[in-house]
């Protein structure tokens, strides 16, 4: 694979997302940012740990190189700033206005010198090898990536099934310690129940044990007479 034209792809497909983020808005805006970052940050990675590497020591292109590092840098800070918001105000908008300046201004660069003396000091094979390598680096990258997006996926959906089975558990055992509540108050209000007419029955034999011996003594009486 052609090494030149591969990064190119790239440009093109991040100078297209820019595009996207300019008439995004909201939640959108932020969706398309992470997108350009997932794309710049993978442009970055293979461009210094194999591109740039074999332009170092060519003096054509040693100095150019240098400051494609630097250029890197900058653009990776700007990307920190921006991820860490939650929302696109204003300060964030002009952020991200400086970035593609600044994204441009290395795309040019890069493909208006850079390039060109690159393809002087490099040979066909030399290209070819550099895109080859480049374009496996990137399919490695993007695999390591998917594999931990399922993995937080994952874990958030353990979170979340957790989570519910807690509150299941919460109102199980809410509901169970009603129902001890509840029988214990109808037991306590059946010992009350039964203690009431426990005094009942005696307070009925006590009448019934007078009422007894005021017949017997009557009948005494009478007798005597």
Do not use: C
Not at 20 to 41: C, D, H, N, R, Y
Not at 206 to 221: F, N, P, Q
């Amino acid at each position: 694979m052609d090494a030149f034209q591969l990064l190119k792809a790239d440009h093109q497909k991040v100078a297209q997302l820019f595009d996207q983020l300019e008439s995004a808005s909201g939640k959108a805006k932020l969706q398309v940012f992470q997108q350009i970052q997932t794309e710049l940050e993978l442009h970055t990675h293979v461009e210094e740990t194999i591109f740039y590497p074999a332009l170092e020591k060519p003096k054509p292109t040693h100095d150019l190189t240098l400051e494609a590092y630097e250029e890197h840098d900058v653009v990776k800070k700007l990307l920190a700033e921006l991820s860490r918001a939650r929302t696109p105000n204003d300060e964030w908008e002009a952020q991200a206005k400086v970035l593609r300046e600044n994204v441009e201004h290395h795309v040019e660069e890069e493909e208006g010198e850079l390039f060109p003396k690159a393809e002087d000091v490099l040979s066909q094979d030399d290209i070819e090898d550099l895109g080859d390598r480049m374009a496996a680096e990137k399919q490695r990258q993007q695999g390591r990536q998917a594999t931990k997006t399922r993995s937080t996926s994952k874990k958030a959906a353990k979170g979340s099934t957790k989570s519910a089975g807690a509150a299941k558990k919460s109102t199980k055992g809410a509901a169970k310690k009603a129902g001890r509540s509840s029988k214990k108050a109808a037991k306590k209000a059946s010992k009350k129940g039964g203690a009431r007419k426990s005094a009942s029955q005696s307070a009925s034999r006590s009448t019934a044990a007078k009422t007894a011996r005021k017949s017997r003594s009557k009948k005494s009486a009478a007798k005597k007479r």
